[in-house]
């Protein structure tokens, strides 16, 4: 044997020598060429999913999760809620994703308000394709409205805020009201984009019904499946078509003052494919929904190395 074994004692000198040259030096300076593993799982995920962006309304480029056009800010004004129902009753549909059906989450007096508030202020929808921020039918027909921040819509704020436990870093995203004639859809896509890393992405999304007085326009989740008992069928359409053929995965019926609660992100801060959903034409009359994003903010010491 040309070698000797090294002595004990002389390993845990090596090593002694080795961990603090590594520690202060040699993991520095290796940093900027290997994002560390928190920033490149925030990346995106799967191919398939790659154009999820172009189904967006809200350019990652342009995320300013401070600016009050854009998210609803505390700012101290009391709550007062005019027409509020006695409660909400939840059931649980899945745990990851978790996927809360929220019954009574508005009460039919604050669906009629909202609707109200929104008619002169419907704009058609748009998707973010890329750079720019387009119209297309074909994706999504429907028109939207920004809704003020009156008492009621400030106390679905903070109803949305309690209902996900108070959680720190959470910015619930100004409401927009969205209505759907005949022949309105939005096709299959996701809330969230994989952006956390950039600033923030949508955590979780309400899906309210205001208006229901429509033929059609279920939420459909082709990924998720169909939960065991017959009481769903309340909520989710369990019939066959007129061909005969069950909907892929699980379809919401639109019902007035109901809502589908879902987190779009694990915990690591990654997508849930499973989250991939869309509105169904509506078929007669005119459906009215609205949306409750949250938009998480890491605290900046959890974001990438210092850049
Ligand atoms: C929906 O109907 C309203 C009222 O008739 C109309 O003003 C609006 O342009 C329609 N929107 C779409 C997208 O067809």
Redesign the pocket.
Known sequence: MAYSTPKLSTIITWLLYFVPVYIFVLDPLLRPYFPDSASSSLSWGEDQDRHVLEEWDTSPSTLHLTDDSFISPDDGVPDNCPGEAEGYRVHLLSQAPLVLYIENFVSAAEADHLVEISLNK?T?SIIYNGKTQQID?SKR???RALLDRDDTVRCLENRARTFQGWRPHLYIERMWAQ?Y?AS?HYRHHYDWTGSLARGGDRLSTFMVYLGDECEGGGTNFPRLGMPGGREWCRFLECEEDEQGTVKEGITFKPIKGNAIFWENLRPDGTGYPETWHAAYPVTSG?KVGLNIWSWYQPPKRNRGGGR
Request: aromatic share 10%; glycine share 10%; hydrophobic share 10%.
């Open positions: 419907y058609p039918p027909l429907s028109d209505r004639n309105g005119t």
